[in-house]
């Protein structure tokens, strides 16, 4: 099933039983959470869903997300654009004490009343997909390297050797 916006709730055990797919997009404004942790973001998320049941009959949802998202550069803190994507397997459960059973390639969601919020599963893993430091090329950041260096006024040169702070130690060794 194609959309063009991704519906906010759907039956996901149904979907499961005829192993429907899901196409559609998100719009990143939308998301709150998301602009909590990266900030206002405009732009879609691109999400695709497919709905199944394994060998062992568990019901999964295997995803894949692709969105650009505006993220602060670590140095000179000016958004620039990155691209995040995410290959995701979930198991469905409708108890958080179900996860457990769950092999380690499924990542649970809790399903309840029949019902799943497609915009918070999609948010999870925007969230979980976002780079940990992102920074510009240095020849493109808006923080050169020199203001990088930490200097102070006044600072002995480079070429006068460090005093040992051991030398008293040594003198007093050397009295016996």
Known sequence: MLTSQLPSRVEPYKLAARHERIEGLVALDKLSRLTEEAGAQTGDCHVVLAFGVDA???REIRGH?????????RR???PMPQQV???FLLGMVTDESLAAELPASH???LVEKEQLDLLTVVEDELILSLPQV????EADCYVSAEQLVSKTAGAAS?????????A????LKGKK
């Open 65 to 73: 997300l692709q969105a650009t998202l505006a993220l602060a550069c």
């Open 134 to 137: 992102v920074y510009h090329d």
């Open 158 to 166: 480079d070429t006068t050797p460090a005093t040992n702070p051991f």
């Open 107 to 109: 990542e649970p969601v």
């Open 56 to 58: 062992q009959g568990r």
């Open 85 to 87: 994507s995410s290959d």
């Open 76 to 78: 000179c803190l000016v």
């Open 168 to 171: 008293v130690l040594n003198a």
